[in-house]
């Protein structure tokens, strides 16, 4: 019954990650809208989505610590309704600025709420398959992407923009069903009811401190390729990354590459092979397992997202801009899925929670940059290409911050375990050598004597 139960709860995680992943991404078709509606630059209107990124994942420290005082899913339900709040009153917004408060606080702090109590319920209520579990529930930010940008383009057509984010708020409120999957996961094997209560107590205690358990900072003091792995991820998933998405839509909006229900369908495109690179990463990593860890998979995806949108002023029309969108979509699944296994191997298992903390916040540092400056570049030159140049030098840059040192600890490791492999082979030799027994059976002490240095004779 309690496994049957696990996975409602990850069904319950799945629709959370729709929305808490895919929103963001998701939001081309609203962002062109407000900035057109608002007659505003594109530096302004993307602080909407910078406060939003900043907020959202650099809550994660507050929301452990309240769900240490109330539960998995009284936060959950909290973070919905501060999100739909959100949603629901942007449409009474007469300036930009209150959408930094509706969109920008309320979802991000709504949607920040929701992360960590969402996968933190996971490993209570899955044991055995818990792979398989996280790796359906993290498949919903790449749904989220797909269904989002047509379902947006639609209400706003229907409706306009104000009556869109009313409908959504409500949609968005189905995540109070999953929240209603979250009860507080106890065990207890007592008899006595006193028993049974003090038992829950403790180890709902226990849960709750090690999931709050994240600045550790000793990590960052004694493992330099961790340090560079934030570092890939403040530069090239927060600067260079975040806003890609949303500024992916409005570059093709400026380009005339299609209409609107066109250009929505490019995010789905994006958000389909977002989902196939999700999927990706368990038989990628197995197979290659002898030549390429994790981590280089993680620097490569981000290397070669880089280098693809650097040269993607070359997609003019909308075939090609689809082709490189979906191209983008994948390789971001893949470094988004890929960087948790890579974060295990470099901090090690021990470490995860402090490891999660950490690079949170790099994204959320990286995210408050990334997306105003790029706004600022179109703004200054006219053109989302230097948008997007500034997007693929980041990441590029942000790839080659952890894989380099990835390739040069790989390339020290396999030396020594070669120079070791051969100081044993030569070892092996000198002790089946004749010549050396022979000296060895010479020197052999007499019968009682003891010769402690005699370290030749001792390994024959």
Aim: aromatic share 14%; proline share 4%.
């Amino acid at each position: 019954m309690r496994a049957c139960y696990g996975w409602l709860v990850v069904l319950g995680s799945h629709v959370c990650c729709w929305f808490v992943f895919g929103w963001y991404q998701a939001i081309g078709p609203l962002f062109v809208v407000i900035q057109h509606y608002f007659e505003e630059t594109s530096e302004r209107t993307s602080w909407v989505l910078a406060v939003f990124i900043f907020l959202q994942m650099s809550i994660g420290p507050v929301s452990n610590v309240c769900v240490k005082k109330f539960g998995f899913r009284v936060i959950v339900m909290i973070g919905t309704i501060m999100s739909s709040t959100g949603f629901f009153i942007s449409a009474f917004a007469t300036r930009l600025e209150f959408l930094y408060f509706s969109i920008g606080i309320l979802v991000g702090i709504g949607y920040g709420l929701i992360i960590p109590p969402h996968f933190g319920i996971l490993p209570f209520y899955v044991k055995k398959r818990f792979a398989v579990a996280n790796s359906l529930v993290l498949t919903g930010s790449g749904i989220g992407i797909f269904v989002f940008p047509p379902l947006m383009q639609y209400l706003i057509d229907s409706y306009g923009w104000r009556g869109a984010v009313i409908i959504f708020s409500g949609i968005n409120a189905h995540m109070g069903i999953s929240a209603a999957l979250y009860r507080t996961p106890t065990k207890v094997e007592t008899s006595h009811d006193v028993n049974r209560h003090n038992e829950s107590e403790v180890q709902h205690s226990n849960i709750c401190r090690d999931q709050c358990e994240i600045w550790d900072f000793s990590l960052l003091r004694r493992n330099p390729l961790f340090v560079a792995f934030l570092f890939a991820n403040l530069l090239g998933i927060g600067v260079g990354y975040q806003a890609l998405p949303a500024h992916l839509f409005a570059r093709a909006e400026t380009k005339n590459l299609g209409t609107q229900d066109q250009l929505a369908l490019i995010i789905s495109f994006f958000g389909a092979s977002s989902l196939i690179g999700r999927l990706a990463p368990p038989p990628l990593v197995h197979i290659s397992s002898k030549h390429c860890t994790a981590v280089t998979w993680f620097g490569i995806a981000l290397v070669l997202t880089g280098i693809i949108t650097l040269f993607s002023s070359l997609a003019t029309t909308y075939v090609t801009y689809s082709i490189y969108a979906s191209f983008v979509g994948f390789l971001s699944g893949l470094f988004f899925t890929v960087a948790n296994q890579a974060m295990t191997q470099i901090a090690g298992p021990q470490n995860f929670t402090a490891a999660v903390g950490f690079m949170a916040l790099a994204i959320s540092i990286g995210g408050i940059i990334g997306p105003p400056v790029a706004g600022y570049i179109y703004d200054v030159t006219g053109d989302y290409n230097n948008s997007f140049y500034f997007y693929g030098v980041f990441l590029t840059f942000g790839g080659l911050t952890v894989l380099l040192p990835e390739l040069y600890l790989a390339k020290k490791k396999n030396t020594t375990d070669d120079m070791n492999t051969d100081e044993n082979y030569k070892n092996c030799l000198m002790l089946i050598d004749p010549s050396h027994i022979s000296m060895a059976l010479q020197h052999r002490p007499v019968r009682g004597q003891q010769k402690k240095d005699n370290i030749l004779y001792d390994r024959v």
